[in-house]
Structures are given as structure tokens and as C-alpha cells.
């Protein structure tokens, strides 16, 4: 039983590891187009800052959503649903010929894609027992900044040169994945207890409802994720959006900046797989402290860097403990909420945190646009992470050690 136990888990983080290498690359992929569609378009500033926003703006319904449905008809099936669509409306990206176009398939490829991100941690979560859910998510998140670093890679070939090519490769990379998970993903063996218990108990399956986030047990737990994940995602996205553009802020070359991205990230993968191990053997209050410590120490790093190799050093000081953190927040939203719930609760804990993702980068342009320059954004950031650090720990006193 124990064997087939260590099997179920290892394929499913692993498929898991898969698409969120995928949601990487598109993450990267907006930025890493952006001159090309700008070109092609022919698009000013603000219509490729609103082509930004798109896919992050459509994470949000698709968080909403995916995690809700996951909790009522289960979490295979979303999950593939929800990655046909990421699939589908990335490859109409490279036929589109609008921008109106454009930033509807951008919005509904970022909604397939926020609608499967909840369900891969719900997953990785409820594949293992109790004990490891940090070490599994930390495991599967960890997928997302080496599809990152994998495409910061590709950006410097002659394939990746060519916009359209990023596109293909998100579009493609996923439909490749969809069999795989038809064949070999296990639905969450929780998920089918809880629909076991339900039928025989002659009752319908247990209906996921937004108010159970609510009720008196999840209430002070739903408030203090959702403000740790609002506030955390704003720092985690002025990074990702932002740290190119605050290196040449700062009189480095756009070379510089996407070395120094490169270094964020892979920086990140080691950051997210340790601070994953850590949640489960340390207490969870140490780690919380570690990892925003981390981020404060490599922020005040970026702020007092000197020279390239200083600069370098504090990105990869901050990649490892902002990308970490988010891994971290996931698994503890796996742990806090119980099996009927954890997709719903998920889902909408990051949705909130979509919504600090949007505000972060257009807060870190209108600092820049201000006049405050790259020290003033790095400075803004610090008291986001020390509000993340107080909500988290107050949740941290609400669960069992």
C-alpha cells in the first residue's frame, strides 16, 4: 500500500512540476515578447502596459472558478480543462491580428492558466500526507522559476528572437501535457474520500461554498491568508516586472538586468524546494520569520549595491526568499483549510493575490515615473513584507503545529 502510495505522489507532483514549468514560461513570456509585439502591433507604452495587464486580469476569474468547480466535480478534470484553454488561447496569441484581439486571448489564456494554479497546489497538497505537504508544493512551485529561467534562456537564441516562437512553445508544451495527465494523473484520493463519506452518507457531494470560508473556524484564517498573499504577490510581481528596468534605473546595461533575472530565478527553484522542507520539519512560525527576513535582507541588498556582482548577489538573494515565500503561502494554504474546502480556499486566496499582483508593477511605475527612481521602489516594498510577516504569523498561532 506504502509503494503505490509513493507512486501516486511522485506522478502526481510530478505532472504537477510540469504545468506550473509551463505557467514560468508565460510569465516570462509577456515580457520577453513585448518588443516584438509592440513592433507588430504597433502599440505606444500604455497599450502594452494594458496588454500586461490582460493575463494577469484573467488569473483572476479563473482562480475564482477553477478552485470552486475543483471542490465539486474534482480535480483531474478541471485541471485539464483548464490547460486546454491556457493551451488553446496562447497559440491564437501568434494568429490574432487586433490588439482588441489580442488582449481577449490574453485574458482568457491567463484565465485557463489562474484557474489551473490552485488546483496543481490543492493537489501536490492532498497527494501526500499531512507531514509533507510543504516539501510537495514547495516540489511542484518550484516548476514555475525554472520554466522562467528555462525561457530567459531561449530569449537569447535566434528561435527566441521571434515573438511568435514564444508563443508556440506555451501553446504546444501544454497539449503535450494533456494526455499525460489523462493517462497517468490520479485524481486526489482525499478528494474521492470526501465524495465516498458523502454518498454514503445518502447526501449529495459536499457543495464547496465561498461562505465556508467564513464560518467561524476558517474566518480569522481566510482574512490573514488573503492579506499575506495581497501584499506578498505585489512584492513577488514588482520584481518579476520591474527588476530589468530598476537595473538600468540604476546605470547597468539591459544585458546586466537580464543576467541578473536569470540568477533571480534560478536562485528561486533552490529558495522554493527548501523553504518547502523546511515547513514541514521546522515550526512553521521559524520559517515564517526566515523567509521574510530573507526578503528584507535581500531587498536592503539591492538597495546598498555598489557594483555588478553585489547586484547580482542581492537578486539572487531576494528571487530566493520572494519566490520561496510564495511557494511557502501556497502550502499553508493547503494546510489550513480542510479537503471540502482547500481548492475554494485556495482559489480565492489567490485571486486575492492576483489582485496585489496587478496594483505592484502600476504602483512601481508611478514611483518610477515620480521621480523616486529604482531605491524608492525597493523602499516601498519593505513595509508590504513586513504586514505579510505579522498576518502570517498570527495565522500560524490558529493552526496545529
Same mark, same amino acid.
Given at each position: 500500500?506504502?509503494?503505490?502510495?509513493?507512486?501516486?505522489?511522485?506522478?502526481?507532483?510530478?505532472?504537477? /512540476? #510540469?504545468?506550473?514549468?509551463?505557467?514560468?514560461?508565460?510569465?516570462?513570456? $509577456?515580457?520577453?515578447?513585448?518588443?516584438?509585439?509592440?513592433?507588430?502591433?504597433?502599440?505606444?507604452?500604455?497599450?502594452? &502596459?494594458?496588454?500586461?495587464? $490582460?493575463?494577469?486580469?484573467?488569473?483572476?476569474?479563473?482562480?475564482?472558478?477553477?478552485?470552486?468547480?475543483?471542490?465539486?466535480?474534482?480535480?483531474?478534470?478541471?485541471?485539464?480543462?483548464?490547460?486546454?484553454?491556457?493551451?488553446?488561447?496562447?497559440?491564437?496569441?501568434?494568429?490574432?491580428?487586433?490588439?482588441?484581439?489580442? +488582449?481577449?486571448?490574453? /485574458?482568457?489564456?491567463?484565465?485557463?492558466? *489562474?484557474?489551473?494554479?490552485?488546483? =496543481?497546489?490543492? #493537489?501536490?497538497?492532498?497527494?501526500?500526507?499531512?507531514?509533507?505537504?510543504?516539501?510537495?508544493?514547495?516540489?511542484?512551485?518550484? *516548476?514555475?522559476?525554472?520554466?522562467?529561467?528555462?525561457?530567459?534562456?531561449?530569449?537569447?537564441?535566434?528561435?527566441?528572437?521571434?515573438?511568435?516562437?514564444?508563443?508556440?512553445?506555451?501553446?504546444?508544451?501544454?497539449?503535450?501535457?494533456?494526455?499525460?495527465?489523462?493517462?497517468?494523473?490520479?485524481?486526489?484520493?482525499?478528494?474521492?474520500?470526501?465524495?465516498?463519506? $458523502?454518498?454514503?452518507?445518502?447526501? $449529495?457531494?459536499?457543495?464547496?461554498?465561498?461562505?465556508?470560508?467564513?464560518?467561524?473556524?476558517?474566518?480569522?484564517?481566510?482574512?490573514?491568508?488573503?492579506?499575506?498573499? /495581497?501584499?506578498?504577490?505585489?512584492?513577488?510581481?514588482?520584481?518579476?516586472?520591474?527588476?530589468?528596468? +530598476?537595473?538600468?534605473?540604476? &546605470?547597468?546595461?539591459?544585458?546586466? *538586468?537580464?543576467?541578473?533575472? /536569470?540568477?533571480?530565478?534560478?536562485?528561486?527553484?533552490?529558495?522554493?524546494?527548501?523553504?518547502?522542507?523546511?515547513?514541514?520539519?521546522?515550526?512553521?512560525?521559524?520559517?515564517?520569520? +526566515?523567509?521574510?527576513?530573507?526578503?528584507?535582507?535581500?531587498?536592503? @541588498?539591492?538597495?546598498?549595491?555598489?557594483?555588478?556582482?553585489?547586484?547580482?548577489?542581492?537578486?539572487?538573494?531576494?528571487?530566493?526568499?520572494?519566490?520561496?515565500?510564495? *511557494?511557502?503561502?501556497?502550502?499553508?494554504?493547503?494546510?489550513?483549510?480542510?479537503?471540502?474546502?482547500?481548492?475554494?480556499?485556495?482559489?480565492?486566496?489567490?485571486?486575492?493575490?492576483?489582485?496585489? @499582483?496587478?496594483?505592484?508593477?502600476?504602483?512601481?511605475?508611478? +514611483?518610477?515615473?515620480?521621480?523616486? &527612481?529604482?531605491?524608492?521602489?525597493?523602499?516601498?516594498?519593505?513595509?508590504?513584507?513586513?504586514?505579510?510577516?505579522?498576518?502570517?504569523?498570527? =495565522?500560524?498561532?490558529?493552526?496545529?503545529?
Amino acid at each position: 500500500m506504502e509503494k503505490s502510495d509513493n507512486k501516486h505522489a511522485i506522478v502526481t507532483v510530478a505532472i504537477c /512540476f #510540469l504545468i506550473a514549468v509551463i505557467e514560468g514560461l508565460d510569465i516570462q513570456a $509577456a515580457g520577453i515578447a513585448a518588443a516584438g509585439i509592440r513592433e507588430y502591433f504597433g502599440l505606444d507604452k500604455s497599450q502594452l &502596459g494594458v496588454f500586461f495587464s $490582460a493575463g494577469i486580469l484573467g488569473l483572476l476569474p479563473g482562480a475564482l472558478i477553477g478552485g470552486r468547480i475543483a471542490d465539486r466535480i474534482g480535480r483531474k478534470k478541471v485541471l485539464i480543462w483548464s490547460t486546454a484553454v491556457f493551451a488553446l488561447f496562447t497559440l491564437c496569441t501568434v494568429w490574432v491580428n487586433s490588439f482588441n484581439s489580442l +488582449l481577449a486571448v490574453r /485574458f482568457l489564456a491567463g484565465a485557463g492558466l *489562474g484557474a489551473a494554479m490552485p488546483i =496543481l497546489i490543492t #493537489l501536490a497538497s492532498e497527494a501526500v500526507t499531512p507531514q509533507n505537504r510543504g516539501r510537495a508544493v514547495g516540489l511542484m512551485y518550484c *516548476g514555475m522559476p525554472v520554466g522562467a529561467a528555462i525561457l530567459s534562456l531561449i530569449a537569447t537564441t535566434d528561435f527566441g528572437a521571434n515573438w511568435k516562437n514564444v508563443f508556440y512553445l506555451g501553446g504546444l508544451l501544454p497539449i503535450i501535457v494533456i494526455p499525460l495527465m489523462i493517462w497517468l494523473l490520479p485524481e486526489s484520493r482525499e478528494f474521492l474520500k470526501t465524495q465516498d463519506k $458523502a454518498a454514503s452518507a445518502e447526501d $449529495a457531494a459536499p457543495k464547496a461554498s465561498f461562505k465556508d470560508l467564513f464560518n467561524t473556524e476558517n474566518r480569522i484564517r481566510t482574512f490573514c491568508i488573503w492579506v499575506s498573499y /495581497f501584499f506578498t504577490l505585489m512584492v513577488v510581481y514588482i520584481m518579476l516586472s520591474w527588476l530589468p528596468s +530598476l537595473f538600468t534605473e540604476l &546605470g547597468f546595461s539591459r544585458k546586466d *538586468g537580464a543576467t541578473a533575472q /536569470f540568477y533571480f530565478m534560478v536562485s528561486a527553484t533552490v529558495g522554493t524546494i527548501i523553504l518547502g522542507m523546511l515547513t514541514d520539519r521546522w515550526k512553521k512560525a521559524y520559517v515564517i520569520i +526566515l523567509m521574510y527576513g530573507g526578503i528584507l535582507a535581500g531587498l536592503f @541588498a539591492l538597495n546598498g549595491a555598489g557594483s555588478l556582482t553585489q547586484m547580482y548577489m542581492a537578486s539572487a538573494l531576494v528571487g530566493a526568499f520572494v519566490i520561496g515565500c510564495q *511557494g511557502v503561502l501556497y502550502a499553508f494554504g493547503g494546510i489550513v483549510y480542510p479537503t471540502e474546502v482547500r481548492g475554494t480556499g485556495v482559489g480565492v486566496g489567490s485571486a486575492v493575490g492576483r489582485i496585489g @499582483a496587478m496594483l505592484g508593477p502600476a504602483i512601481a511605475g508611478q +514611483l518610477l515615473a515620480a521621480g523616486f &527612481g529604482a531605491a524608492g521602489v525597493i523602499s516601498a516594498a519593505i513595509p508590504c513584507i513586513i504586514i505579510s510577516a505579522i498576518f502570517m504569523l498570527l =495565522l500560524v498561532r490558529r493552526i496545529p503545529q
